[in-house]
């Protein structure tokens, strides 16, 4: 709230001066003219160089994949129109990154860089149609280096094709205004289509659209407009193979994203609406939700340009929306990222229009800085603390060891002539970490199931029946070696006649306490 009094009140000392500045020969320097001069090669250039920092980044990175990245990568050794909690677009990236250079973690972490590179591109193409091509040039860049991009362009997750295709969606139904030409409604649908297969989220673009139309009385007539049904109609026919998979599959995305929502117990939780909006400074940077906060305040006293309307429409309710749902329940940090697509060329743009570059060379700076800490951080993981900081990646370290002890434990039995037919998990994470990291072991990874409606992807693609053989070897994370209580026995262990511990082991995970691993050999299976 400091940073966005403080934004506040420089932004209305530049107002004031704004005219007198222009008038003179003394205006901000830097920034705002190398990108006037030529914008697109020096965009290029910066993007270009920040891609290859990121790329070098993925090389030096030493983390191991976290269990949401190693189940992506899982989901993408066997294509399909649709997963247990999440469409099938993340999959399908991941198949055609490792296509060409292979399973490692850089290459199943290869998309993210180059599509929020993409991204970048696309915010300079809508902040350049709303605005000029100085703005579009900053707003790019600053989307860029904001830190939710930094830190999502070092893993893979759901909502860096999502930020796609709602900076494209915008594109397309901006331009649906501007032209009558029917490119627009091809992207339009595209984007939309292609976003709904990355995430659900993408579903609030339309509501969105409604919230502007509903405050835009000029525009309503593009609802009678064929280009807006035929995008529509393009959209449908993209989402259309995911929902006859969840037709197929007992809707289990569709439930999978009611249940996270958690609207149960309790449904007020003020600590966790304030700790979800602060957790947007980190996300967007202090700078530049300071300053969304500030033209959202003056969007309520004044009348905004017609482009800063547009995107706050896209940008605004989102927050809000998320902000109700942490208030009744919870939300991920992440949660509202589309938010900030817009809301980068609103910032943006309110900057250069009261030649505020002290708050553009402050924000790239403090962003550089953060991007710098994150490299640092991935890069020394499992080998030294930063000064002052606990290991920023240790819940991404010990996976690979989990799945080398898992192997040598597998080996030893085929070699004592007692082979496992199956590796069998209660946990989501294991399974995840152990297919991935054992991807070159022959005993299957399979899910326990207690029966009933499937959990996640695993218990559904991949559940241990009474055909999957005997022994199992049960892999449990945090487990006691000792013998247990009936009634403190694992349900993994009950539905087993023969429960022999076979020992276990510590397994270091940076500065985080080592994870420990018990290893129980199962046989006589009598079902859940």
């Known amino acids: 709230m400091i940073a966005a009094r403080a934004w506040a009140n420089t932004l209305a000392m530049d107002q004031r001066t704004h005219l007198a500045a222009e008038r003179s020969s003394t205006a901000p320097r830097g920034l705002l003219e190398r ?19 990121r790329l070098a980044a993925l090389a030096l990175n030493r983390t191991d994949l976290y269990y949401d990245e190693a189940q992506y990568w899982a989901w993408a050794q066997a294509p399909a129109f649709g997963y247990y909690s999440k469409p099938p677009l993340i999959a399908w990236l991941i198949a055609a990154s490792t296509s060409v250079c292979g399973n490692t973690e850089p290459c199943v ?31 790019a860049l600053a989307f860029a280096l904001i830190p939710g991009v930094s830190f999502s362009s070092g893993i893979i997750s759901t909502d860096v094709p999502l930020l796609l295709a709602w900076a494209l969606a915008l594109i397309g139904f901006v331009a649906l205004f501007d032209t009558r030409a029917w490119w627009p409604a091809l992207v339009l649908g595209a984007a939309l289509g292609l976003g709904l297969n990355a995430k659900y989220a993408m579903a609030w673009f339309v509501p969105c659209a409604g919230f502007y139309l509903a405050l835009t009385p000029a525009r309503r007539g593009i609802l ?21 998979w969840n037709q197929a599959h ?19 939780h003020p600590l966790k609406a304030a700790e979800f909006l602060l957790s947007q400074f980190g ?85 550089g800085a953060a991007l710098a800490v994150m490299i640092a951080a991935t890069s020394t993981a499992g080998l030294a603390k930063l000064p002052g900081l606990n290991d920023l990646a240790a819940r991404t370290l010990g996976w690979h060891g989990l799945g080398d002890v898992v192997s040598a434990e597998a080996e030893r039995a085929r070699r004592a002539g007692h082979p496992y037919a199956a590796i069998l998990t209660d946990k989501r994470a294991v399974a995840a970490e152990l297919i991935y990291y054992m991807r070159a072991e022959g005993t299957p990874v399979l899910a326990y199931t207690a029966g009933g409606r499937p959990h996640d992807h695993f218990e559904l693609s991949r559940p241990y029946t009474q055909r999957s053989g005997e022994p199992v070897l049960l ?26 511990p076979q020992g276990g082991a510590d397994i270091a995970a940076g500065s985080a306490k080592p994870r420990r691993v018990t290893f129980v050999k199962l046989s006589g299976y009598k079902g859940p």
């Open 475 to 500: 892999v449990e994370l945090g487990g006691a070696t000792g013998p247990e209580s009936a009634d403190a026995t694992p349900p993994a262990r009950q539905a087993f006649a023969v429960s022999e």
């Open 109 to 139: 972490r290869l998309a993210s860089p180059l599509l929020h590179t993409l991204s970048a591109l696309a915010i300079f193409v809508l902040a350049s149609r709303l605005y000029d091509r100085t703005t579009g040039v900053l707003a």
């Open 283 to 367: 996300v967007f940077g202090p700078f530049y939700f300071a300053g969304l906060l500030v033209i959202a305040y003056r969007s309520s006293t004044s009348m905004l340009p017609e482009a800063d309307r547009l995107l706050l429409a896209f940008s605004l309710p989102l927050i809000a929306i998320i902000t109700v749902q942490a208030f009744v329940s919870r939300a991920h940090a992440n949660w509202a990222a589309m938010a900030y697509v817009p809301g980068v060329a609103v910032v943006i743009a309110t900057l250069v229009r009261e030649r505020a570059a002290g708050w553009l060379h402050a924000s790239y700076l403090l962003h």
């Open 250 to 268: 007992a809707f289990a995305t569709f439930s999978h994203t009611a249940d996270n929502a958690k609207w149960s117990g309790g449904l007020v």
């Open 35 to 53: 990108s006037a001069a030529h914008p697109f090669a020096w965009l290029m250039g910066s993007l270009g160089l920040l891609l290859l920092v």
């Open 224 to 244: 009678r407009d064929s280009r807006l049904w035929a995008a529509v109609a393009i959209c449908v026919t993209l989402i259309l193979p995911n929902l006859a």
